[in-house]
């Protein structure tokens, strides 16, 4: 990979916030609400619109101060690790869907057992989604320096 593909792909795992308070070991940081490069290509309007507050770690014991800008990262393995579930609960619900409604109706055909699988995988991701904005899992972020 040449030398600006490699900086691209720094630049979207890191962004800019404004540290905004403390809660125990965990940094809590403002994301600044500019168009950076982690933004690029996020389909999040909520994010983009609202001002969002992030937990993040300090791993490096940075002495830190309310209102500083700091860089803010993301360990790939932990967004690796979440997506999974994001990706497995609605598939589960598709499957169920499919299946339990060949068990309730045995001669049902299949594509009324895939329309209810289809209706049941999205109210699993629905049910996600609601899940996950109520208890965020913001345990990936983590302060890398002071800008």
Do not use: W
């Not at 937990?55 to 209102?67: C, D, I, R, V």
């Not at 999974?84 to 339990?100: E, M, N, R, S, T």
């Not at 057992?113 to 995988?121: E, H, I, N, T, Y």
């Amino acid at each position: 990979m040449d030398k600006t593909g490699e900086c691209l792909k720094e630049a979207r795992r890191f962004f800019r916030a404004t540290v905004f308070g403390f809660e125990g070991k965990k940094v809590i940081v403002q994301k600044n609400n500019i168009a950076d490069a982690s933004c690029f290509g996020c389909m999040s309007a909520e994010c983009k619109q609202k001002t969002i507050l992030i937990a993040a770690k300090n791993p490096k014991n940075l002495l830190l101060e309310k209102g500083q800008i700091v860089e803010v990262g993301s360990n790939p393995s932990s967004i690796a690790a979440q997506s999974i579930p994001a990706l497995l609960v609605p598939l589960l619900g598709f499957i169920a869907g499919f299946l339990i409604i060949k068990l309730v109706f045995p001669g049902l055909n299949e594509g009324a057992a895939a329309a209810s699988g289809v209706l049941l995988m999205f109210i699993a991701a629905l049910g996600f989604l609601r899940f996950r904005s109520h208890f965020p899992a913001d345990e990936f972020h983590y302060i890398n320096q002071q800008i």
